[in-house]
C-alpha cells in the first residue's frame, strides 16, 4: 500500500520529513494536559502533552510509535497549535478532519495541508486524524485513552 503514488511531490517530502525527523518528539515534563491515543487498526500508538497558560497552548509535543502519517501528522500537529487559544485549536481539527474526510481545504490549514490527498486513502484517514483526536481529548482533560475505532469520526 503505497498512498504516496499520486499526492505530489512537495507534499510527499514534507510528510517524509516529518516522519523520519519528528518535530517536538518528547516527554513535557511541565505538561498540564495529556492524552493517549489509539488507532487499532493500524497499530499507532501516541501520547500527546500540552501545557496550557490560561486558553492559550503555550508547548506541545509527543511521544509514541506508529506509521508515517500519523507521526508525521503528530509532529506537524505540535509545531501547528504552539501559541493557539483552545478555541483557535479545535477550530483547526475541525477544518483538518474536514480536509482529510473530503479532500476539502476550507480555510486556513497552513501546513496541515500536506494531508490534503489523504481522503483518497480512507485507511489512512484515522492515521492523519489520531493526533488531533488526542489533542481534543487531552484540551478536555479525557483520563482514558482515545481510540480512532470509538470516536465518531
Ligand atoms: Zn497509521
Known amino acids: 500500500m503505497n498512498m504516496f503514488d499520486d499526492i505530489n511531490d512537495l507534499y510527499q517530502q514534507v510528510i517524509l520529513d516529518h516522519c523520519k525527523k519528528?518535530?517536538?518528539f518528547h516527554e513535557l515534563v511541565a505538561a498540564t494536559n495529556s492524552a493517549q491515543g489509539h488507532n487499532p487498526?493500524?497499530?499507532d500508538n501516541l501520547k500527546l502533552f500540552l501545557t496550557l497558560d490560561g486558553d492559550v497552548i503555550k508547548d506541545?509535543?509527543?511521544?509514541?510509535?506508529?506509521?508515517c502519517i500519523s507521526k508525521a501528522s503528530a509532529s506537524l500537529l505540535t509545531d501547528n497549535?504552539?501559541?493557539?487559544?483552545?478555541?483557535?485549536a479545535e477550530q483547526m481539527f475541525e477544518r483538518v478532519r474536514e480536509m482529510v474526510t473530503t479532500g476539502k481545504v476550507v480555510g486556513d490549514v497552513a501546513k496541515l495541508a500536506v494531508f490534503a490527498g489523504v481522503y483518497k486513502y480512507p485507511a489512512r484517514v484515522k492515521c492523519a486524524i489520531l493526533s488531533w483526536h488526542a489533542l481534543m481529548g487531552a484540551l478536555k482533560g479525557e483520563a482514558k485513552p482515545i481510540s480512532t475505532e470509538t470516536e465518531n469520526s
Open 22 to 24: 519528528p518535530r517536538n
Open 41 to 43: 487498526l493500524c497499530g
Open 60 to 67: 506541545a509535543s509527543f511521544v509514541g510509535s506508529g506509521c
Open 81 to 88: 497549535i504552539k501559541g493557539k487559544t483552545k478555541a483557535e
